[in-house]
């Protein structure tokens, strides 16, 4: 059995991003995007897409969403999202912020390569009608749970999926995605300060989705 942890997220969702302010020039003067074009990969801008991708992280950003994605080469995560996507936001004080998103997503893959029984032991309760209805060896199972956690409303999902590693050949796995979401008030001043005292609870956050995972019985995580 193996663990794979997808690229963690942020998403940043306003009213309206003032796109024509994002370009090449002004990312690179305020440190947000690399100055040597060997440090970058790719990048896009225009008047509904601006996209910038490095070997540390992939920034998208839409009229209306903001998606800051990290990738594997990203030594600090937790420092690379506070420093360049919270010095973002201060930048753009007067953009109007509606909420935040971040997201974390792992895949397990079984050890016989079935999820029918792993997901049977995680989730199967006999004396639920319900459960008993799905009582077959065929049944995968799976679950949606949300609360309160921090200053964000946490909703976990775990269930089954397949996933293409190769044409024509597929791979059974465990999805389990952490969404931590918070809405930020309209008109506030301080919504920019909001969104940046978010994204310094980063570690708090993958710490709680870590520690969820591991109360389903697996104590060791990559």
């Known amino acids: 059995m193996s663990w794979l942890e997808n690229p963690p997220a942020v998403v940043i969702l306003a009213r309206q991003f003032n796109l024509s302010i994002l370009t090449r020039k002004w990312l690179s003067k305020n440190g947000l995007m690399p100055d040597d074009e060997d440090a970058v990969e790719g990048f896009l801008f225009s008047e509904q897409l601006v996209q910038v991708t490095t070997p540390e992280f992939a920034l998208v950003v839409l009229p209306e969403q903001l998606q800051f994605i990290i990738r594997e080469k990203a030594n600090d ?62 049944a995968r199972f799976g679950t949606y749970m949300s609360r309160d956690f921090n200053t964000f409303r946490l909703k976990m999902n775990i269930h089954p999926i397949r996933v ?43 710490q709680e989705a870590m520690e969820t995972i591991r109360l389903l019985g697996w104590e060791k995580l990559p």
């Open 77 to 138: 995560p937790e420092k690379m999202v506070r420093e360049i996507l919270g010095q973002l936001i201060t930048k753009l004080p007067h953009t109007p912020y509606k909420a935040i998103g971040v997201n974390f997503n792992w895949h397990f893959v079984p050890e016989e390569g079935g999820t029918e029984s792993v997901t049977r032991t995680m989730f199967f309760s006999a004396e639920k009608p319900i459960f008993q209805r799905f009582d077959d060896p065929t």
């Open 164 to 206: 293409e590693t190769e044409p024509g050949v597929g791979e059974d796995r465990i999805f389990f995605g952490f969404n931590f979401h918070q809405d930020v008030p309209t008109g506030e001043e301080r919504v920019a300060e909001l969104l940046v005292d978010g994204l310094g609870k980063w570690a708090d956050l993958r």
